[in-house]
């Protein structure tokens, strides 16, 4: 059974830094591409950043440039460092194994309770 606990999130000033953590069980971590998703109120969730199994990482047009995914698969963690935020960086914050075309890998069941984040002065 597929657990993510994600972490990190808060309130942040616009200009300001968080980092997320997200820690996974149930699955063998190191062979899954994972990604951070958010959900802003009123609007679907989408995907802003991804990781690949050997590290490669792929952002959303709207986070390039200020966030920086990660992992450490000794952990079984991934990571999202988010720098220069802005207001509309306000989202609950998702991690989960996600493909490359978005689509998570275990189903709606495996998400987790998300980590809140609020940007504002």
């Known amino acids: 059974q597929v657990q993510l606990v994600e972490s990190g999130g808060g309130l942040a000033q616009p200009g300001g830094s968080l980092r997320l953590s997200c820690k996974a069980s149930?699955?063998?971590?190191?062979?899954?591409?994972m990604g951070w998703f958010r959900q802003a109120p009123g609007k679907q969730r989408e995907l802003v950043a991804r990781?690949?199994?050997?590290?490669?990482?792929n952002y959303a047009d709207s986070v390039k440039g200020r966030f920086t995914i990660s992992r450490d698969n000794a952990k079984n963690t991934v990571y999202l460092q988010m720098n220069s935020l802005k207001p509309e960086d306000t989202a609950v914050y998702y991690c989960?194994?996600?493909?490359?075309?978005?689509?998570?890998?275990?189903?709606?069941?495996?998400w987790g309770q998300g980590t809140q984040v609020l940007v504002s002065s």
């Open positions: 149930g699955i063998i971590f190191r062979i899954n591409p």
């Open positions: 989960n194994a996600v493909n490359a075309v978005g689509t998570v890998l275990y189903g709606t069941s495996s």
């Open positions: 990781i690949s199994t050997l590290g490669s990482p």
